[in-house]
């Protein structure tokens, strides 16, 4: 099992910046590739970003490119979501999963391969 624990999110104005924070325990955090994801009400669920075990590979929702950054660090077990300018359609709850990983630069393709997944935190964006 992998425990995740999401932290960081809260209300902010449109154009400003918060930073997640995603912190695992229960297995070696470096042997599983990490997404962030979201979820707005009446709304899927949907990736945001995506890194690699390795953190060589990462991934982003069109809607975030540019403007979110997916970071992670082994020693500390921790995967980061910095966000910057961020918009009122950002807001929704963002989820942190894990799914364990052989290759070093495998990213999971689809929201439902995660195996394991945090409680989420809460993003809010007034405009």
């Known amino acids: 099992q992998v425990q995740l624990v999401e932290s960081g999110g809260g209300l902010v104005q449109s154009g400003g910046s918060l930073r997640l924070s995603c912190a695992a325990s229960g297995r070696t955090f470096s042997n599983y590739a990490m997404g962030w994801l979201r979820q707005a009400p009446g709304k899927e669920r949907e990736f945001v970003a995506r890194?690699?075990?390795?953190?060589?590979?990462?991934y982003y929702v069109d809607s975030v490119k540019g403007r979110f950054t997916i970071s992670r660090d082994n020693a500390k077990n921790t995967v980061y979501l910095q966000m910057n300018s961020l918009k009122p359609e950002d807001t929704a709850r963002y989820y942190c999963a894990a799914k364990y990983a052989i290759l070093s630069d495998y990213v999971p393709a689809s929201t439902t391969d995660f195996g394991f997944w945090g409680q989420g935190t809460q993003v809010t964006v007034s405009s």
């Open positions: 890194i690699s075990r390795s953190g060589g590979a990462r």
